[in-house]
């Protein structure tokens, strides 16, 4: 008499990077086609509905009433199988800039649809592709979100903004860039600097 077994092989992912807390993950599935999610992990099944791409990871933490490292331990392995991006916390102080990527915008009809669906506010008509082209081409080193809608605030009054980056950077459209204070050591022809170094750092940091 034989035995059959019955074995299901998934596939090896890169592992991730550690997830932080101030981490903000965007779904990029969506959860509620999942028949199986109700089978899933109790702490996935409580953090899931709290991803909107707006809170970060401590944040889901707490209104998942879940312990952090779990919330940690979920997020990385939605990540892991690639449900979910991980993206910084938003903020009009942040700086962006496009990428190559960019490209993909004009040449894929798919692409252009989903930008559309997902940062038109639902009143007035859509911006064209050429506009949302050139917004994105105008985010660049030097340049904060705040200053790049003061100069754009016609092309982005049907434009959820927050949702128009956060798209970007997921799909590779866009890239943050971090600023990070650095204390150079004088040498001694410049002579001591006005103060000690830890009490200049203090000053730079929030």
Not at 9 to 36: G, I, M, R, T
Not at 65 to 73: C, H, S, W
Not at 156 to 184: E, S, T, W
């Amino acid at each position: 008499k034989a035995n059959d077994i019955n074995l299901k092989l998934l596939p090896n992912f890169a592992e991730p990077d550690p997830v932080q807390d101030w981490d903000v993950p965007v779904a990029v599935v969506k959860f509620e086609s999942f028949e199986s999610l109700k089978h899933w992990d109790l702490t996935l099944q409580r953090i899931i509905p709290r991803i909107n791409g707006v809170n970060y990871v401590k944040q889901i933490a707490e209104l998942a009433d879940v312990d952090l490292e779990l919330a940690r331990l979920g997020v990385q392995h939605l990540l892991y199988y690639g449900t979910v991006r991980l993206v910084d916390i938003f903020q009009f102080g942040n700086v962006y800039m496009s990428t190559r990527g960019l490209r993909k915008l004009l040449d894929s009809g798919d692409l252009q649809t989903e930008c559309k669906a997902c940062i038109h506010t639902g009143l007035g008509n859509p911006p064209t592709i050429d506009t949302l082209f050139r917004l994105f081409q105008g985010l660049h080193h030097g340049v904060t979100v705040r200053q790049w809608m003061e100069k754009n605030e016609l092309q982005i009054a049907n434009i959820d903004v927050r949702r128009m980056i956060v798209f970007g950077v997921v799909q590779g459209l866009l890239v943050r860039i971090h600023k990070f204070p650095v204390y150079c050591q004088p040498t001694p022809a410049q002579g001591a600097p006005p103060s000690a170094p830890k009490e200049e750092l203090r000053k730079l940091l929030p």
